[in-house]
């Protein structure tokens, strides 16, 4: 989004923004709010009218978009820029999807492929990505089930979103933009696929989520019994910013069998929904108009509740993190909701919330999870956000204990701020929680829009320190002047294999194979698949382990 130019008639934009508001309303509360009206205008109301408390901005005032920086390029870099890094390949024009959601590499034997562009990205040769297209756009979560000895996909069918554009910089709250939304008639949820055959998928099951709201985005499937939905199953689910209609919240479905899945239960922040304004405006970002008030980031649970596992946590943005009680899964109960004290408004303050999983040899790094946040404007005209080490000890009273340094711009770049590179600046789309190998806790790799991808080292939980980078060339289709090639920055996504010391990274222009002597040296080869990074998915994983129990431990016992 951008804010409109110098004259551009902001008040319209405003009086469009409140319109939409009211349509959510009910007949009741608009006739009230129209009475309301007349009795504020034969007081004498003046400036914005009814909607404008006394001694308030107006509603458009002050709020986020901010202004773009002064010192702004005027040109996309088109150099790139790499500390403690080395480039192995290159793949142009296809780019691959991972971190969003936590799993999604398939392989058979030595094979290993990501879905991506329009199909699979086959990294088996690191050396030499390639390109596989297949009838099926594929995507989303993709787990081997070892129950049914088969590998499964489940993609996401949403609603479009509803970006602001200079010329429509309010997004849905401008009518134009608002109807990208309106007149939508495709699914809403999810699709389960049968890739067994990774190169001929077999479409098993449309779920649909709703006949309105906003579908699924990023959803968590490994391959068990249940899978947890990003949902917007109805327009009942409010949403502040301007990039999505209404908000998501969390749907957990059972998907024992992925032709025909069941809805187990629903969970939405406490005020979220319309109508529960009592708790909402007990929120200092209610009707800011820009903050991410919903789930990102579908609900993650360590142990998986079939095997013993009583925990969940999941992002809702502005509303925080939710740890929930998973003992009754029909009915997920809130253990705590944590949100950070001195949180700035705007953007995705929890977008992933991802657990790192460490044993014995480090002590420091157990009961640990990460808070990723996303940031949504671009240039900078929202609050960066950084972030957070979350100690969950104690589940019902998580502090954060540590934040993440923010990326500073290369010495040799034309800008002296990565806000002043173009494009949003914060992290976005971070490693899969499900990977090939075993994790390595201290080491973490997220992608962080312009500033490319990056390597960090939580030896010391409490002071993370930035071990490796690259910041790739600005988009090769990129064109200032065309707001979308652009607007999002370079770095979507980043992942690692563990068990060949390989980074990948997705960027608008095309997948990026890494290593770093940070990991170790890299394996080049092509490598069978030993075991997974999470004990639970190896379980009868590829028919090479046993079913019952996974070096010495029960399936309660794993996570």
């Known amino acids: 989004m951008s804010m409109a130019p110098e004259g551009a008639d902001r008040t319209g ?16 509360a608009l006739l009230k709010g129209a009475a309301t009206a007349a009795a504020a205008a034969a007081a004498g109301a003046v400036g914005v009218g009814a909607q404008q408390k006394p001694g308030l901005m107006p509603d458009d005032g002050g709020v986020v978009p901010w202004r773009t920086p002064a010192g702004a390029l005027s040109f996309l870099d088109k150099k790139e820029y790499i500390s403690n890094m ?47 297209k297949t009838p099926s756009r594929t995507g989303g979560a993709v787990a081997y089930n070892n129950k049914l000895k088969k590998w499964i996909m489940m993609t996401t069918a949403a609603a479009p979103l509803t970006n602001g554009t200079p010329e429509h910089p309010m997004g849905r709250y401008d009518p134009d933009i608002r ?14 696929y049968d890739v067994t055959d990774a190169v001929r998928p077999v479409l098993l099951q449309e779920f649909s989520t709703g006949a309105k709201g906003m579908g699924t985005h990023m959803n968590y499937y490994d391959g068990g019994q249940y899978a947890f939905l990003e949902a917007g199953w109805d327009e009942t689910l409010r949403m502040e910013n301007s990039q999505r209609a209404f908000s998501n919240a969390l749907m957990i479905v059972d998907i024992s069998d992925p032709a025909s899945i069941k809805e187990v ?23 800011d108009h820009q903050s991410w008030t919903g789930n990102h980031g579908s609900m993650i649970t360590p142990i998986r509740p079939e095997d013993g596992g009583r925990v969940g946590y999941s992002g809702f943005g502005a509303f925080g993190m939710f740890t929930l009680d998973l003992t009754d899964i029909r009915n997920p109960k809130v253990l705590s909701q944590f949100r950070w004290q001195y949180e700035s408004p705007a953007g995705i303050p929890f977008h992933t919330i991802y657990p790192i999983t460490a044993g014995p040899s480090h002590p420091k790094l157990q009961n ?64 899969n929680w499900v990977a090939p190998g075993i994790a390595r806790p201290e080491m973490f790799a997220v992608a962080w829009f312009a500033a490319g991808g990056r390597l960090f080292d939580l030896s010391d939980p409490t002071n993370p320190k930035e071990v490796a980078w690259y910041v790739p060339p600005a988009a090769a289709s990129g064109d200032l002047t065309k707001y979308e ?66 070096l010495g431990r029960g399936l309660s016992q794993m996570g």
């Open 179 to 192: 109807k990208i939304y309106d007149d939508f008639k495709g699914l809403r949820g999810i699709r389960t």
């Open 485 to 550: 090639t652009w607007w999002r920055g370079t770095s979507e996504c980043m992942t690692i294999e563990w068990d060949r010391n390989l980074i990948w990274l997705g960027t608008h222009s095309g997948t990026y194979c890494l290593s770093s002597p940070a990991l170790g040296k890299p394996v080049l080869e092509p490598k069978k698949i030993d075991r997974w990074s999470v004990a639970h998915v190896n379980v009868g994983w590829d028919e090479a382990t046993p079913t019952v129990s996974y």
């Open 86 to 132: 080395e480039i192995i390949s290159f793949l142009p024009g296809a780019t691959i999807s991972a971190g969003e959601p936590l799993i999604s590499m398939w392989a058979k034997g030595k094979q290993r492929l990501f879905p991506g562009g329009g199909g699979w990205i086959d990294v088996t040769d690191p050396r030499k990505p390639v390109a596989i």
């Open 368 to 431: 640990l999870v990460l808070g990723i946040p996303e940031t949504i404007q671009a240039d900078c005209r929202e609050p960066i956000k950084i972030p957070y080490v979350i100690d969950i000890k104690d589940p019902r009273n998580p502090r954060v204990i540590g934040l993440f340094p923010k990326p500073s711009a290369p010495k040799d770049a034309p800008y002296a701020d990565f806000c002043l590179a173009r494009g949003r600046f914060g992290t976005h789309n971070c490693q």
């Open 265 to 287: 239960s629903r969970f939405w922040a406490p005020g979220q929904k319309y109508g529960e304004d009592a708790i909402y405006n007990t929120y200092p970002f209610a009707d």
């Open 13 to 28: 934009n405003a009086a469009r923004r409140v319109a939409d508001d009211r349509a959510v309303m009910s007949r009741r």
